[in-house]
């Protein structure tokens, strides 16, 4: 039987710490420290601050992407230093660590989830970590964890205790009835494109889908290049996700829309 | 014979996609998929939006500075999902591959130019490439092939038919007469540094330079400590491209002037 | 006896240089042409325009978190191309390389450096650097020099004579009195927290100590969530600066300070 990790030495770092400052680079700094050979990819440090359901949305949709056996760490983590844990698990191949907000619920919340387990925040002496700052786990808790993973000297089933229980996203799932479906914007991209958290398979229901966001019906397309400059269309684009564009120009911009911004879908 | 083009194992990236979301590490996560041992350097995500010409631009005058053997990848792709090509191709020992939208122009269009293929998009099975998506060539075209250069698994010639007849760049060439230099602003750096496209063997025909731009005439200088804090100066930079700068000051702030402006150049 | 400095390959980057333009990737490809086995970390290139200060405030506290034996390259540079020295040494197993303005004078200036040299500018071509820009010297000479330590190739001292007299600070150490304690702010995180150039030893004089900073007098906390959200609390953070934040929010914005703000504590 194939085991469900064998570590790639890929890391993928998400966080909402932005560009300023050695945040992230002194996580990467502590992850070579344990792991020399590690190969640490930005994923991205702009998700919206304090907003783990964009780091969620992301690593649902992105991970695919990178090698099998790629660690993937989060870190949005307004809770840092209180009393919420830290959770690690497996997903199709690939490894996960974040703090347990929602960050991780679309991936380890699934029942495709190979493992997860809750890191033993009080025992993490016997992971070699000693003095964790109480403001920035990402760095010295969750940074040498990951590195472990990566290297293979620690599995999933190292960090502490089995858990089922993660906390939930902060955002709903689309609602469906039989011929409606809502959902919402959940980031837009640097060409003005918004993202919704309806995906491919939800949209099947739709013989021809119309979709109403901003007070505007919009067609579903195949590509930008569909339209005239300057009109809006819907695709199911490269993420397969449900994304409103406006040819050549910012959708976010012409549509007045958002983070959060209502999306529904009928029957055309 | 020394071969045109030995691969060192590193690719660039250059795209307009900024910061925000996982577009860029996806790319990155496609090339490692393929080439562990990639070794990939962010040139700069922040071209201007659907702007190939800065593409061009930069790649035109920074490839030098990479080791020999480095694939270059340039992403600005207004036309993604269209019948627009995609061409590869060598130049003075380094590798370019991006949308034939004028982003290659002034390499691969130049005559020193060792190769210049168009992808075959219709045969990308057998590269193993298959079920791209309409909307993200870059990631899912580009970046497999790009690692299949800089791993040596596949060479230029490769990837489709030889071709010389490529888009070209969006911006003119400057125009020279006997007296006068006719240019533009092309890019502004972080320190508010204007960037031109008129380079060192343009500026030969000058004794004395005088540099015109935004109703001021600006003298040709070696570097910004010549002149005093707050003085306009213009010099050939370590680029060897013409800029305009303000001694410890934004010369595009005070001047006004961003990409597109015209620059003129006259005996002084 | 342990030598000084055995490399790890690592190199970190600080510059003021943004992500616009190929500025930091041209000194990551001219690394690596030296050489190839390079592990380039960016700390941040989003230092101030200019202001050396905060380069040296992150070289300061941010350098431990990377393996012994990483190349520290700080390029914050307004003097280039004037008369202004370039200088590397040796601090607690790291190498440090930059400008003489400043950027290295928490380090470098320190009773604990191990060396401190003076890169011999008129004798560059031993180091196999000809004819560099007189407008990146980040570029053109750091660039190459630092990838020599960091190979191994060529050592601190190998680099120019020995020197003790270097640029101060462009920040004064916090003035303290026996019951008074005043400091300045150097930087804003993402998040707007805000970092102060006063440390953990500085605070120890002070059993119950209350931070006064934009009219507000603040409690000394351990952790964001110690508080309600909105209201303003000091921490000795994870750098062990005194950071003065607001739970969930923006301390900058809702106290209307940045860089320079005075900061000061007395017993409460």
Known sequence: MKPPFVPSGVITLTTDFGH???FVATMKGMMLRQFAAAK????????VVHWPAEAAFWLKHAYRFFPE???????V???VGTERDIIAGLYRGHAFIAPDNGQLAPILGSSSAEAVHRVDLEGLAAFGIHNPSATFHGRDIIAPLAAQLASGARSVRDLGPATREIVPSWVDEPVATASRLSGVV???????NLFTNIDRPLLRRFKNPVIHAGGHDIPLRR???DVEPG????LLNSFDVLEIARAEQSAARGLGLSRGAPVVVTEG
Do not use: M, Q, S
């Open 231 to 234: 009109t809006y269309l819907a």
């Open 69 to 75: 056996g790629t660690v993937h760490v989060a870190v």
């Open 186 to 192: 959940i980031t837009v991209d640097n060409f003005g």
């Open 77 to 79: 983590d307004p809770g």
């Open 40 to 47: 640490i990819i930005d994923l991205t440090h702009e998700i």
């Open 223 to 225: 590509t930008y290049a």
């Open 20 to 22: 300023k400052g050695p």
